[in-house]
């Protein structure tokens, strides 16, 4: 076993290389070592697949992949402890509810394997999240039909998103409890999150607190301060008013 901080006396560089990506695993067993799954490879009859991930290229525009799980929010991290868990749907509804962490767990499950990207220009491949589908959540509560977008409200500081209901509501979209078979830790949003798979990583809410269906579009977090409404990775719609195209290297050419 490896222990941080002992030295490999006389290794090559080759050796040397092996032993920084175990050591690397070894701090963060959600690393990917090899190339990342492809749909085909799931061996998961029931999982839904997200479209994106059957793009020949999987990585938007001016996006990198990571091999890690990075964290990445805001402000603190939060610690919640699924007991003292609820999230409350609202809005644009027939019938508001409020679910504990035993309703949720008791509600019908689905498994999706999609990508995640962050705005910041990280790409995460693969993944498989396991939850309830929005669908699910929309159609307990009765969606009116005035109700056009979504607002995700988190308990990070009344951290918030804003977005479509048509991506809300994507069958790849869930609100998750599991990642790649696991619970969620804290850092990435125990007990509950948001998972949007056709947005930038923003709009998927860690530390969910509610939901609520709206009539007007009104910003959140990030969007209040010119990050975009909508986000769609493949069209780069990274701030307000990004047309597609604007960060490539030709762009204007
Ligand atoms: N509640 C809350 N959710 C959030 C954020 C946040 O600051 N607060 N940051 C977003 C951003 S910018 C990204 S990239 C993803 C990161 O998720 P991860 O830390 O699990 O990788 O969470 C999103 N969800
Ligand atoms: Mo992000």
């Not at 003292?84 to 999706?112: C, D, I, Y």
């Not at 959540?137 to 990070?156: L, N, S, T, Y």
Request: aromatic share 10%; glycine share 6%; with cysteine.
């Amino acid at each position: 076993m490896l222990v941080p901080g002992t030295a490999i006396q006389d290794a090559g560089p080759v050796s040397l290389l092996t032993e920084k990506i175990a050591r690397r695993m070894l701090q963060d067993d959600k690393y990917q070592a090899g190339e990342p799954a492809l749909p085909e490879e799931i061996s998961d009859a029931e999982i839904i697949i997200s479209s994106d991930t059957r793009r020949e290229n999987r990585i938007p525009p001016n996006q990198v992949r990571t091999r890690k799980w990075p964290v990445l929010q805001a402000g603190v991290i939060p610690v919640i402890e699924p007991e003292s868990w609820s999230l409350e749907v609202t809005g644009l509804v027939e019938h508001p509810f409020q679910l504990n962490w035993a309703q949720f767990k008791e509600m019908s499950r689905v498994r999706v394997f999609s990508d995640f990207h962050c705005v910041t220009r990280w790409s995460r491949l693969g993944n498989v999240w396991e939850g309830v589908s929005t669908a699910e959540i929309a159609q307990r509560a009765g969606i009116r039909p005035e109700a056009k977008f979504v607002v995700a409200h988190a308990f990070d500081d009344s951290w918030s998103t804003n977005l479509p209901l048509e991506q809300f509501l994507s069958p790849d979209a869930l609100l998750v409890d599991l990642h790649d078979g696991e619970p969620l830790t804290a850092d990435h949003g125990a007990p509950v999150r948001l998972v949007v798979p056709l947005l930038y990583a923003w709009k998927s809410a860690k530390w969910l607190k509610g939901i609520e269906f709206v009539a007007e579009d009104k910003p959140g977090y990030w969007e209040r301060v010119g990050y975009h409404h909508h986000g769609d990775p493949w069209k780069e719609e990274r701030f307000e008013g990004d047309q597609p195209d604007s960060y490539s290297d030709n762009a204007g050419i």
